[in-house]
């Protein structure tokens, strides 16, 4: 697997030794493999690791087959993908509401199946959506970009962006709920605010315009727990309209959907931003 990409935003001053440790993640015994292999090219050339790289430059990275593993998976339909972005790297999607974002059985297919149909080798997920739930979700498309994706993940440097239609008239128009997060004794499916034992949850929300079903709200997450979004509204008395779980109003899906995804790209420091559309979800405003 050869991997290749240019630093095209200004790039923070590093040397080559920590491009590889602080930036690409890459684990010690690689980061030797790379160097002892001269699999590591800057500008076409080997140089010093303590040589900075800067904006401009093409970096080359080259990985034996054991290095990162490849993962194989049954392949889906591809035609079955709506791509809203991709490079080679990673890949954004829309997923319709109905589908599972992975599988939990090795050869159940899912939409990682169908997206890595589509892409021509096995994808790995960075984060999921329910399955009730449509829009953007993220795949990465190597196990060696997999860890960068994760942890931008984790540190909140991928902003995801929910739209929901939801009861009530939500005032004021701007709020955040931190409850908590645990598991419903009663109901493994489900997910509860749990003030003691739970797990720390933020939510943005802001109303964005109020139909005679309810409110349209822009949701935020700040963590991603489980049902985050769901739990939330539904405890403050604005459960998600035709949700199975916590609401009891009728709707031919649930009025949750993954609007936008943005984030910094981690190789070349370009901001990305894709926005997915729902024709089921905006139909299911009116």
Same mark, same amino acid.
């Given at each position: 697997m050869t991997l290749t990409y240019t630093l095209k935003n200004p790039y923070p001053d590093s040397t080559v030794k920590e491009l590889l440790e602080e930036h690409l993640l890459i684990?010690? =015994?690689? +980061? !030797?493999?790379l160097r002892t292999k001269k699999h590591l090219l800057i500008n076409g050339e080997n140089i010093n690791w303590q040589s900075l790289v800067k904006t401009g430059d093409t970096i080359q990275l080259t990985f034996d087959d054991d290095d990162y593993p490849q993962k194989t998976i049954p392949f889906g339909d591809s035609k079955l993908v709506d791509c809203l972005y991709q490079d080679e790297h990673l890949i954004i999607v829309n997923k319709p509401e109905g589908i599972k974002t992975h599988g939990n059985e090795p050869n159940e297919i899912a939409l990682l199946n169908h997206v890595s149909a589509y892409v021509g080798k096995t994808c790995y997920v960075i984060h999921r959506l329910d399955m009730e739930t449509s829009g953007a979700v993220m795949f990465a498309k190597n196990p060696f970009v997999l860890p960068i994706l994760n942890r931008l993940l984790e540190n909140k440097d991928i902003s995801r962006e929910y739209w929901a239609l939801?009861?009530? =008239?939500?005032?004021p128009k701007h709020q955040v709920f931190q409850d908590k997060i645990g598991r419903d004794r009663h109901d493994r499916r489900k997910r509860v605010v749990d003030r003691r034992n739970g797990q720390t949850a933020l939510t943005i929300v802001d109303r964005l315009k109020v139909f005679p079903k309810g409110s349209l709200v822009k949701c935020r997450l700040k963590t991603g727990r489980t049902h985050q979004i769901?739990? !939330?509204l539904?405890?403050?008395?604005?459960?998600?309209?035709?949700?199975? #779980?916590?609401?009891? %109003?009728?709707?031919? +899906? #649930?009025?949750? !959907?993954? !609007?936008? #995804?943005?984030? %910094?790209?981690?190789? %070349? #420091?370009? =901001?990305?931003s894709v926005e997915a559309k729902s024709k089921t979800f905006e139909a299911g405003l009116h």
């Open positions: 684990p010690r =015994k690689i +980061r !030797h493999f939801a009861q009530g =008239k939500f005032e769901r739990v !939330h539904s405890a403050h008395g604005h459960a998600i309209i035709g949700d199975p #779980l916590y609401s009891n %109003t009728p709707a031919k +899906r #649930l009025m949750l !959907h993954a !609007h936008k #995804l943005s984030f %910094t790209h981690p190789f %070349t #420091l370009e =901001k990305i």
